[in-house]
C-alpha cells in the first residue's frame, strides 16, 4: 500500500467563501448614494439603480457566492446607501455648521 492510497492524504476540508461585506465598502456605497441624489427623475434613479444591482450581483456570482447570501448582501448593501442618502441630505439642511 502507497502513501497515496491512504484516505487522510486525499482528504480536503471543506471551504466556504466569505467576502467582503458590500454594505461596508464605504467608497461604493458613497458614490452610489451621491449619484442617486444627483439624478433628476425617479425613473433615472431606478434605472441606475438596476445597473448598480446587475453589477453586483454578477460581481458576487463570479466569485461563487450563493444565492440567499447574495440576497442578504444586496439588502445591506442598499440599507447602507439608504442610510447615506439621509445623511447627506440632513449635512445640506443645516446651515451654520455643527456650532
Known amino acids: 500500500m502507497s502513501s497515496t492510497d491512504l484516505p487522510l492524504f486525499s482528504w480536503q476540508q471543506p471551504c466556504k467563501l466569505v467576502s467582503f461585506p458590500l454594505n461596508r465598502r464605504v467608497g461604493k456605497v458613497r458614490d452610489v448614494a451621491l449619484k442617486l441624489l444627483e439624478k433628476s427623475t425617479d425613473r433615472h434613479a431606478e434605472f441606475y439603480r438596476n445597473q448598480v444591482t446587475d453589477a453586483l450581483l454578477r460581481q458576487l456570482e463570479r466569485i461563487g457566492v450563493s444565492e440567499t447570501d447574495q440576497d442578504e448582501q444586496l439588502g445591506a448593501f442598499w440599507e447602507s446607501v439608504r442610510e447615506e ?10 446651515p451654520g455648521g455643527a456650532a
Open 85 to 94: 442618502m439621509l445623511r447627506l441630505t440632513y449635512r445640506g439642511s443645516r
